[in-house]
């Protein structure tokens, strides 16, 4: 704990006052204006209002990519208005040859990767590290998501990253013609989070993707080596009034469904039927109180089965609306030691257990990041001997923003058992980063944990550095978690070791050669060891260098050198169980996907090599078909064939996704998967008619099978489900 001291000692000294001026640091080269309005344009596509005409135009995009710093090859206008309610952006994307632009798939936050799209990110608070995002594609899909930590996923230092899953109330639509194409947003004051004031100031760049040359640019130029979320590069937008305004909102949703459990004797359908709800209220214009009250579980979206040859638990993705939005005023840690961890709220054994109200305050107040939450779960009626009701659940994170990408932050959890004398879990962390320059990133955690019976050592240390660059980008990280060491809150899929690892990469850019468009050499090594033995647990060295051709293509032929050590028998497949010792030899990993832009398009890997006492071979990979913006087929196989010391054995996971989208709201989708090692098929249809906020009539059909030792099916239902967001009141 201790050792993170200095750090936080340092960063205390340069805390600045609620009330300091914008960041030096901040670029704050291009400058746009907004237009105040009294009747606003109709969000049609259609930039034909002479409203439009009198805005000042933001221009003169910028390439990062292929060719940074040289204007953007079609050009691009943007303008700004707003009125009392909301902000309206219109982009007029001109393009010279309209019969090549690229449609991706008219669903809500489909990837705007293989797609012409433009981008907005606005930064409310103007302090270069948080913002919303909201995007579109010539579809008129809505887009959207929060960035925190200028898009950093964690490093220990108070956490991060970009949450699609979050969805805000706001509209767009587009439209194109023999120039090219156009989009017009309507983005309500209310969606967003920011500072009052009678004239804002906050942070705004606009991303445009001309996908048919895989070209990135920006009205405000970003580095080679960030992206979009690189909010310290980010222009500025001056003019804006937002208003004062505080309001709540109730999302109420009722589920009816008709399911049958035969693994667990039902003998015939039951129809149950659940209401609840979640409601938000802004406190301030920074700061919102959500309440829930037996929380949405979002049954309409089947998880994505995987494949788990290791001895370590799989992260799943939170996709419940309630935790969704300012998660990332919760994060501290990383992917190996994640403090909090929304999915173990609710959630026992992949099965829900119901959350029976509770409530979460999060934003911004007097200069703090401050994140607040309990919830209670479990059943009030009888329960067997030595059972809890169920848990009560508290998270507090606390965290200050400091300039060029620095922060320092407090957190803290807390589960307690209802209706079991004693039983409780806590957990307690302290955390920091520290921005050097443009390259250098320095971040660190350090926490303990606090469990009944747990008497050894129960500490976490992580330290994360950090450096890119155009030409060079590298990491050294040093970690430790005690065998004690116990977040019921968090996501800590091993414990009892210290880890060192560190990477680099270099970049090469040959600009002789135009259908290659970069190599990126690297090499990384990590190694895990007990802390109390010293036992090496995991090793690997990673040899590889990526090759990004200019049409999106990518072929990266790497080489591992890998070693696990066992300490107790591993029990891999049924009746395989490799014994303990030390196992290491060489492997080929190579990956590869051609454009996937293009109507047909293919993602695979290839594994093959050493793999514990033996060697495996892994085939895997995607075959993807899409028709313009109406429809999508996708195929997914994972085969792999491990032949071991202790016995042989194969698993096999296939997957068929299909999608057809009636408008960019109302889509019929499916999902049908086949493991062998989960020892099932499911399938999942449903239908979604979304209204705003993600919200709106889903019907769904799930049903699961068992196959090899398990026989007939497992699980079936239908279930009807709609929800709608209200406004309660707005003053």
């Not at 004690?484 to 070791?497: H, K, M, Q």
Request: charged fraction near 20%; proline fraction near 5%; hydrophobic fraction near 35%.
């Amino acid at each position: 704990m201790f050792a993170v001291l200095p750090l936080l000692t340092a960063l205390a000294l340069a805390l600045p006052s609620a009330s300091s001026p914008p960041d030096p640091n901040l670029h704050t080269d291009r400058e746009g204006l907004a237009h105040p309005v009294v009747i606003p344009p109709v969000i049609d596509g259609v930039l034909d209002e002479e409203v439009w005409m009198e805005a000042p135009t933001m221009e003169g995009f910028i390439q990062r990519v292929p060719n940074d710093g040289a204007p953007a090859s079609e050009p691009s206008e943007v303008r700004i208005l707003f009125d009392q309610d909301a902000i309206y952006v219109g982009v007029w994307l001109w393009d010279s040859q309209p019969d090549r632009i690229v449609d991706g798939p008219a669903i809500r936050d489909s990837r705007l990767d293989d797609s012409d799209a433009v981008v907005l990110i606005f930064d409310t608070f103007h302090d270069g590290q948080n913002g919303f995002v909201f995007g579109t594609n010539p579809s008129g899909i809505e887009y959207d998501g929060q960035v925190t930590n200028e898009g950093r996923g964690g490093g220990g230092g108070g956490g991060g990253g970009f949450n699609l899953n979050w969805d805000g109330d706001w509209d767009v639509a587009t439209s194109r013609d023999e120039s090219g194409w156009y989009a017009e947003f309507r983005i309500p004051f209310s969606t967003l989070r920011y500072a009052t004031a009678e004239e804002a100031t906050w942070g705004l760049n606009v991303m445009r993707r001309l996908r048919r040359l895989n070209e990135e640019s920006y009205w405000a130029p970003i580095s080679r080596q960030y992206s979009l979320y690189r909010l310290s590069q980010a222009g500025v937008l001056r003019g804006l009034q937002p208003p004062a305004v505080r309001q709540a909102t109730v999302s109420p949703y009722i589920l009816q469904s008709a399911q049958r459990d035969y693994v667990a004797g039902d003998e015939s359908f039951g129809y149950p039927t659940e209401i609840g709800g979640d409601a938000k209220v802004q406190l301030t214009q920074s700061l919102t109180l959500d309440l829930t009250a037996n929380t949405d579980f979002a049954q309409v979206e089947a998880d994505d089965q995987e494949v788990n040859l290791s001895r370590f638990s799989i992260r799943l993705p939170e996709k419940r609306p309630f935790f969704l939005e300012n998660s990332g005023y919760f994060q501290v840690g990383t992917g190996g030691s994640e403090l909090f961890f929304s999915r173990r709220i609710g959630i026992d054994g992949g099965q829900p257990v119901p959350i029976r109200g509770g409530g979460r305050l999060s934003g911004r107040a007097g200069g703090f990041n401050v994140g607040l939450l309990h919830i209670q779960t479990g059943v009030d009626g009888p329960v067997e001997p030595g059972q809890s009701h169920g848990n009560a659940y508290s998270v507090a994170r606390v965290a200050r923003e400091l300039p060029n990408r620095s922060q320092i932050g407090a957190f803290v959890s807390d589960r307690n058992s209802r209706g079991l004398d004693g039983a409780y879990n806590r957990t307690y962390a302290v955390d920091g980063q520290v921005g050097l320059g443009e390259s250098l990133t320095l971040s660190s955690f350090a926490a303990r944990t606090d469990t009944p019976g747990l008497e050894g050592d129960d500490h976490a240390f992580h330290m994360n550095g950090s450096y890119t660059s155009r030409e060079w980008r590298g990491m050294l990280t040093y970690r430790e978690v005690a065998g004690d060491f116990n977040p019921e809150v968090g996501f800590v899929p091993r414990r009892d070791y210290r880890t060192g690892s560190g990477f680099l990469m270099h970049y090469v850019r040959p600009e002789s050669i135009s259908w290659l468009r970069e190599i990126r050499p690297h090499v990384s090594y990590n190694t895990y060891r007990s802390l109390e033995t010293g036992f090496e647990q995991s090793a690997r060295l990673h040899v590889d260098s990526h090759f990004e051709f200019s049409t999106g293509a990518h072929f990266e032929p790497a080489f591992n050198w890998v070693r696990e050590g066992l300490v107790n028998p591993f029990e891999i497949s049924d009746g395989v169980v490799v014994e303990p010792g030390t196992y290491d030899g060489w492997e080929a990993a190579w990956r590869f996907n051609t454009d996937l832009s293009a109507p047909l398009s293919v993602r695979a890997r290839l594994d093959a090599g050493h793999f514990l006492s033996g060697n495996r071979r892994s085939v895997s990979g995607e075959l993807n078909y899409r028709h313009g913006s109406l429809a999508t087929l996708g195929l997914r196989l994972d085969h792999n064939e491990v032949e071991l010391a202790e016995g042989d054995f194969d698993v096999t996971l296939a997957a068929v996704r299909a999608g057809y989208f009636f408008t960019p709201r109302v889509s019929l989708q499916s999902l049908v998967q086949y493991s062998t090692q989960q020892e099932n098929w499911s399938a999942n249809i449903r239908l979604g008619w979304l209204n705003t906020a993600g919200t709106g009539l889903f019907i769904v059909y799930n049903d699961a099978r068992g196959i090899q030792t398990l026989d007939g099916p497992l699980h079936r239902s239908l279930i009807i489900k709609y929800s709608r967001q209200f406004q309660v009141f707005r003053g």
